[in-house]
T-cell receptor, first 117, second 116 residues
């Protein structure tokens, strides 16, 4: 069974500071990994995803994440926080099988990011 | 810009009433998911469909919840009778899955349900 742990339900950073949101996963097969962002009263928007290939993945709005198999981690970073980054961020894992198999997502509990002016 | 649409966006109802939520997946997507988001449980998968056929609904309370896809452009989630504990935001997502290829899941804006 797959699972996701996001360390820290709330993270506060100053505007211009580094953003680091932590995500660890467990999966019985090579996983697909995702970060989604949710702004208040909105749906989830994909930030970035890792499927295969390069382990450093770049996404929208200046975010990136690195897949580290040995650490079973997929932490999200952004060099310089902006006020508009304040939102809730969800890490998700999918165990992907060929053919007609499932690719359902298992989500972490989310990390709410606050950006202090 | 193709998007998943959901109706209604907000629903307030009284306990015992029937609630129907609708989702229009992105054209061409063959997989539709229903998720529920609450403060306590976070995001939970309720059910999903592939090519309109239900593949897994193990996350759904069977006695009161039902999910269907009458056609490729419409997915419905019904609660009958509704209870206060069903209050949550319900998200629909769609994606494309075929041999050797797996697409991202694209989420709709959600239906915020309040059961009084």
């Amino acid at each position: 069974a797959q699972s996701v742990t996001q360390l820290g339900s709330h993270v506060s950073v100053s505007e211009g500071a580094l953003v680091l949101l932590r995500c660890n996963y467990s999966s019985s097969v090579p996983p697909y990994l995702f970060w989604y962002v949710q702004y208040p009263n909105q749906g989830l928007q994909l930030l970035l995803k890792y499927t295969t290939g390069a382990t450093l993945v770049k996404g929208i709005n200046g975010f990136e994440a690195e897949f580290k198999k040995s650490e079973t981690s997929f932490h999200l970073t952004k060099p310089s926080a902006h006020m508009s980054d304040a939102a809730e961020y969800f890490c998700a894992v999918s165990e992907v099988y060929s053919g007609a198999g499932s690719y359902q997502l298992t989500f972490g509990k989310g990390t709410k990011l606050s950006v202090i002016p | 810009d193709a998007r998943v649409t959901q109706t209604p966006r907000h629903k307030v109802t009284e306990m015992g009433q029937e609630v129907t939520m609708r989702c229009q997946p992105i054209l061409g997507h063959n997989t539709v998911f229903w998720y529920r988001q609450t403060m306590m449980q976070g995001l939970e998968l309720l059910a999903y469909f592939r090519n309109r056929a239900p593949l897994d609904d193990s996350g759904m309370p069977k006695d009161r919840f039902s999910a269907e896809m009458p056609d490729a452009t419409l997915a419905t989630l019904k609660i009958q009778p509704s209870e206060p504990r069903d209050s949550a935001v319900y998200f629909c997502a769609s994606g494309l899955k075929r041999d050797g290829y797996t697409d991202t899941q694209y989420f709709g804006p959600g239906t915020r349900l309040t059961v009084l």
